[in-house]
């Protein structure tokens, strides 16, 4: 990871041009680029942003082959520009993509012990239509393994309980192609905690993926499967 | 004989002359042949400097590799990369309290609690984990006494959790508190204890099998009731006819009731037996009977947990705090420094704190007083802020159903006392999610610890 380049974010907005990028202005926080992967159904086809329900969160992995991240369409429109504080300093959340700027993505990795959603089950959840106990509602994301609970229209915002403060979920760039509708990851900012993770998980992740796999980047193309999908079983909390 | 020319092995004789002899001396086979005509007392690890390397920065040195000081082990030299981190443990091998009632219902094994190297938590965050025994403190001197020798220290952090006060279920002499430690270990400190109460469970062939819940700020509160569920599920599941027979000193369960009462009425009415408001006075070995004020109770099998009291290590060192009931430390209880000594920390299970004693606690303290290490080893104080005492209890083995509580603690300044925050929940309905969250949870736990 150390050899990818630090790209600030204010160096990409023109490349950006053509895509809605949510919020344009801004930023002191730092995008790390990963590869561009087009995001992708089972079978492989472009999803189509206007076609994600609301009522569900979908998982993606990215930007390794090993680290899932929500793909979630929120109800409304998050306005965008939070001033967020992460690790490394201040970063302006960038708000919602797609036709309605309601588009959203963070790495599904807990960014306080980093707890995340296998094949067997997810402590970690968005609640889209039932509300979430520990929150007293819906639209959050919550992580049960020791309750902390991110505000997904906030930029993955930690919401204040009496709980030790965790840094904001990281947030992964999204680029939007209007014209097709189609979406792409590009990189992930805020805080990141993968060289934590692979470190943390390393047994389990050998024995998921096997040697040398867990680390590698996503190319191409990233699969997107409802959560329900991706992982058997879903704690509630 | 010549002292300087000690002659040893049993083919050819060596001679071995001051300097070499000197070292051989501290153990082993040298030793008894120089106290074949020296009968003065030697003792193990004094006088001599533990042998270990040169501290690259002030030395913070940590007594105790439990889920306390394992935890600002890692933390504190994370926090501050200057401190040369020492970890004093006397366990070669790790096995955790946490988790191991699970394993006497079969839910887990033994891997599960213990295939964690001391040794793997030390390369992977940068300290040096020391295999000894503390056996002394000069905090004049800013030395610590072991087994293997002696270190200086420019931080001190004492973690070595609890011990067992027998005196508190009426248990005074030496002969009874040892057969009481051997054949009916309460298993809430040492890993042989857990070993020794799964043969028990199951190898039981019927009768009564009795658990008691001690008074005062005992180790883990829902433990006691986590362990008569996991209990009675192996009967259950071995078809025994037995009873597990709950003994609360308490006027009820301590925490998590509505669903441990519910989990005994629902899942285990004809194996647990509760009966609250049953304080220990006496404990007859022969007969196998215990008494309480009122009743004589008898018993096939047990499992009997005295009262809990902060390590006597404390007590040895000066820093137990004599108005305390359960001797815990003397300490600040916002900063954890030895009153009056601001080198000098206690923390885990020995903090006098009205806190839960449990692994969540220590683990989430230890951060937060491996940042008040930091900031005074560079001159700088931090804000308070609580601990977390996030914990399942596992009351059905199959399926896998658990209870949980997740609670933070409120300082008030004015009556210098603590109290449960008001953010604090239970959740008492027992279900799949907190079934798994109890196992998850543990392996969050070990993963923090050691990786
Ligand atoms: C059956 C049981 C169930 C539990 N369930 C839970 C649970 O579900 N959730 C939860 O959060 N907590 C649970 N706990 C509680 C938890 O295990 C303890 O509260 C926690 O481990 C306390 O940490 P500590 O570091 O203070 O003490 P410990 O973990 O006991 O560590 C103390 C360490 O100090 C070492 N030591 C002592 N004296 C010396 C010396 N002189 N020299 C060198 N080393 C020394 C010991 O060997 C030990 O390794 C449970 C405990 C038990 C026994
Ligand atoms: S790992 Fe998610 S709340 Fe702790």
């Known amino acids: ?237 | 004989m010549d002292k300087g020319n000690n002659e040893i092995s049993r083919r050819g004789f060596i001679k071995l002359g001051g300097a070499a002899a000197a070292t051989l001396a501290t153990g082993g086979l040298a030793s008894s042949v120089a106290q074949a005509d020296d009968k003065k007392a030697h003792m193990v690890g004094t006088g001599a400097k533990a042998y270990l390397p040169k501290a690259k920065g002030p030395r913070l040195v940590i007594v105790g590799g439990g889920t306390s000081g394992l935890t600002i082990a890692k933390y504190a030299k994370k926090e501050y990369p200057k401190f040369d981190v020492v970890l004093v443990e006397k366990r070669d091998m790790y096995s955790s309290c946490f988790s191991s009632n699970l394993w006497y219902a079969g839910v887990i094994n033994l891997e599960f609690l213990a295939d964690h190297s001391f040794l793997d938590a030390a390369k992977n965050n940068n300290y040096t984990y020391f295999n000894a025994t503390c056996t002394g403190l000069d905090r004049a001197a800013r030395k610590l006494y072991t087994n293997q020798g002696e270190i200086a220290y420019d931080y001190l952090v004492l973690a070595p959790g609890i011990g067992y006060d027998y005196s508190r279920i009426g248990v005074k002499d030496p002969e009874t508190e040892t057969a009481l430690r051997t054949i009916y270990p309460a298993g809430f400190t040492m890993p042989t204890e857990h070993s020794t109460i799964k043969a028990k469970v199951q190898g039981f062939e019927g009768g009564v099998f009795m658990l008691n819940v001690p008074g005062g700020n005992y180790r883990c509160l829902p433990a006691p009731y986590e362990r008569a569920c996991m209990i009675a599920a192996a009967f259950k599941k071995n078809k025994v006819k037995a009873k597990v027979l709950v003994l609360d000193h308490n006027p009820d369960i301590t925490i998590k009731a509505k669903g441990f009462h519910a989990a005994f009425n629902e899942l285990y009415k004809d194996y647990i037996e509760y009966k609250p408001s049953m304080e220990i006075k006496s404990v007859d070995l022969e007969k196998k009977t215990i008494k309480t004020e009122f009743d004589t109770i008898t018993f096939d099998d047990a499992s009997i947990y005295p009262g809990v009291r902060g390590s006597k290590l404390l007590e040895q060192f000066g820093i137990m705090d004599p108005k305390n009931p359960q001797k815990e430390a003397l300490i600040d209880t916002l900063k954890y420094n030895v009153i009056g000594d601001d080198r000098v920390y206690v923390t885990g299970d020995s903090r006098p704190h009205p806190y839960s004693k449990s692994a969540n606690t220590s683990n989430t303290e230890g951060k937060y007083v491996a940042k008040v290490l930091a900031a005074r080893a560079q001159g700088k104080d931090i804000e308070w802020y609580s601990p977390e005492t996030i914990c399942y209890s596992l009351v059905n083995a199959s399926p896998l159903e658990g209870i949980s509580v997740d609670a933070t603690y409120a300082y008030d300044a004015k009556t210098k006392s603590f109290s449960f925050s008001k953010d604090t929940k239970m959740f008492e309905d027992r279900d799949a999610s907190k079934g798994r969250g109890t196992l998850s949870w543990a392996k969050g736990m070990y993963r923090d610890l050691f990786a």
């Open chain 1, 1 to 237: 990871m150390d050899r990818r380049n630090f790209i600030k974010f204010c160096g990409v907005t023109t490349a950006l041009a053509g895509f809605q990028a949510g919020y344009p202005t801004l930023r002191a926080a730092e995008l790390k680029q990963y590869n561009k992967v087009k995001l992708v159904d089972g079978k492989g086809q472009p999803i189509k942003a206007k076609n994600l329900t609301t009522k569900e969160s979908y998982v993606f992995n990215y930007p390794f082959m090993s680290t899932p991240a929500f793909l979630l369409n929120l109800p409304t429109k998050p306005p965008g520009g939070d001033k967020l504080v992460g690790k490394d300093g201040e970063y302006t959340w960038e708000g919602g993509t797609g036709v309605d700027g309601t588009v959203v993505a963070f790495t599904a990795i807990c960014s306080h012990q980093l707890s995340y959603p296998t094949k067997d089950g997810s402590p970690i959840s968005y609640y889209a239509t039932e509300p979430s106990e520990d929150a007293g509602r819906t639209g959050v994301i919550v992580c049960c393994e020791h309750d902390r609970i991110y505000d997904p229209a906030q930029g993955g915002k930690m919401i204040a309980t009496n709980k030790k403060a965790t840094q904001p979920m990281a947030a992964i760039r999204l680029e939007y192609d209007a014209a097709a509708d189609e979406l792409y990851a590009t990189g992930v900012y805020g805080t990141e905690r993968f060289n934590d993770f692979f470190k943390a998980y390393k047994k389990e992740l050998l024995e998921e993926y096997g040697p040398g796999v867990a680390k590698q980047e996503v190319a191409d193309t990233a699969a997107v499967l409802l959560l329900s999908e991706y992982s058997a079983t879903k704690d509630k909390c």
